[in-house]
């Protein structure tokens, strides 16, 4: 079956370390791309990346980073510099004209 | 930039009825992409409808239709005989068809639909 998967689905952390959701597609996708979600909001763009080894910042990238060394794979780092890292985490690919399809998500949280 | 506003924070629709979820966008683009998706409890994010900007009709899904007014900038979902499963999250988004260009996608803050029994 074609999709996104993220893991783990639930993840927690202390605070001051770094910890990298995982999110990987076999839909042949360009694009990926992470947001965040907060209890009863919208999604944030944090970062996306159109093309393999390129990726541009979103709305709030401070304290994320991102690799894309792989077409299928697009892993987030959320470092000890994100001030408030607890949410609930969402990614996501597209083709270049084409709809974005979302994995199941990681619900994110530090204790 | 492109701006994406919901302005029904929470909806309320008796099982069997029709309610309809407003959406109202802002760009200066002509071509572009419009969607609705659904999150459920489950928090999975799920396609509802897709509109192309260039195409007049409106698009249908079967109990999901839109009303796309180009010209006003208004994009709102119509669900006609509702059922409980709809209840969920809503939200608008949109993407620029221009090419080459981004492939960000602009997302309203949602619409909290409840179905009542």
């Known amino acids: 079956d074609g999709g996104i998967t993220q893991s783990p689905k639930y993840l927690f952390r202390k605070e001051g370390q770094n910890v990298t959701l995982s999110c990987e597609q076999n839909l042949n996708h360009d694009a990926m791309y992470w947001y965040r979600q907060d209890p009863g909001q919208g999604l944030r763009l944090i970062y996306y990346?159109?093309?393999?080894?390129?990726?541009q910042k979103g709305d709030i990238a401070e304290g994320y980073s991102v690799s894309r060394e792989k077409k299928e794979s697009f892993p987030l780092t959320v470092t000890s510099a994100q001030k408030n890292p607890t949410a609930f985490y969402l990614c996501a690919s597209s083709q270049s004209t084409d709809t974005q399809y979302f994995g199941p998500g990681t619900r994110l949280t530090v204790l | 930039a492109q701006t994406v506003t919901q302005s029904q924070p929470e909806m309320s629709v008796q099982e069997a009825e029709t309610v309809t979820l407003s959406c109202t966008y802002d760009?200066?683009?002509?071509?572009?992409?419009l969607f609705w998706y659904k999150q459920p409890p489950s928090r999975q994010m799920i396609l509802v409808i897709r509109q192309e900007a260039y195409k007049q009709q409106n698009a249908t899904e079967n109990r999901f239709s839109v009303n796309f007014q180009k010209a006003a900038k208004s994009f709102s979902l119509k669900i006609s005989d509702s059922q409980l499963g709809d209840a969920a999250m809503y939200f608008c988004a949109y993407r620029s068809a221009i090419y080459p260009g981004t492939y960000k996608y602009i997302f309203g803050t949602g619409t909290r639909l409840k179905v009542l029994a």
């Open positions: 990346s159109q093309i393999v080894n390129d990726f």
């Open positions: 760009t200066s683009e002509s071509d572009y992409y």
